[in-house]
């Protein structure tokens, strides 16, 4: 089974410049993850998806970040524009939403490692 | 989410068990612990959740307080490969709406040859 994708793996801007990562879930996973992991730390949750509906952006920047998942596959996530503290981990997640409602365990990408100068 | 509290830091050898505690003596009765690790340059990864009985798993053992305000993630035969962050999180599971991870700082598991 493959696993959630993610690109690109390393991207390095300027403050004030946009920058866009993609995330492909796991075929048949409802819901998705977009979470920032600054060195040091761990994840911290942005936005969460179940389908293409925003289910929590409650910890989303939304004057610089913005995200989303047209056809409830994939998922974009934006910054625009970028400042230095936004330099991190972008990690993506999936999983799936049993019959019950429960949402099964996370599975995480290898992440998109940001680097603002 | 309730808060769970992990030391920063253990360290074991190689090829011995491993006992990694965490405390969340505010837990609700719906909260499910989930423990999660994240090797290094990688995304986190499930390891093991259970609700009030002992688990097992082929990855590992988690080993729940009867009180469930604490409870202990067990590597019964640590490998260098086990070196990671590991991370004890408390999730709602009573299904529907937000249900995102709260990370805290997690453990970094050292692992001596």
């Known amino acids: 089974e493959a696993g959630v994708a993610q690109s690109p793996r390393y991207k390095i801007i300027e403050k004030r410049q946009s920058v866009a990562f993609w995330c492909n879930p796991i075929s048949g996973h409802a819901t998705l993850y977009w979470y920032q992991q600054i060195l040091g730390q761990g994840p911290k949750l942005l936005i969460q998806f179940q389908n293409n509906g925003v289910v929590d952006d409650s910890q989303l920047p939304k004057d610089r970040f913005s995200a989303e998942r047209l056809k409830g596959v994939d998922s974009t996530l934006k910054i625009q524009p970028a400042k230095l503290e936004d330099s991190a981990v972008y990690l993506c997640a999936s999983s799936l939403v049993r019959s019950s409602g429960i949402t099964g365990e996370l599975f995480f990408g290898e992440g998109s490692r940001l680097t603002v100068l | 989410d309730a808060k769970t509290t992990q030391p920063n830091s253990m360290e074991s050898n190689e090829e011995e068990p491993v006992h990694l505690p965490c405390n969340h003596s505010?837990?609700?009765?719906?909260?499910?612990i989930h423990w999660y690790r994240q090797l290094p340059s990688q995304g986190p990864e499930y390891v093991i959740h259970g609700l009030t009985s002992n688990v097992n798993n082929r990855m590992a053992s988690l080993a729940i307080a009867e009180d469930r305000k604490s409870s202990t993630l067990i590597l019964h035969r640590a490998t260098l490969r086990d070196a990671a962050v590991y991370y004890c999180i408390l999730r709602d599971n009573s299904g529907g709406g937000a249900d995102g991870l709260t990370f805290g700082k997690g453990t970094h598991l050292i692992i001596q040859p």
């Open positions: 505010t837990i609700s009765g719906t909260d499910y």
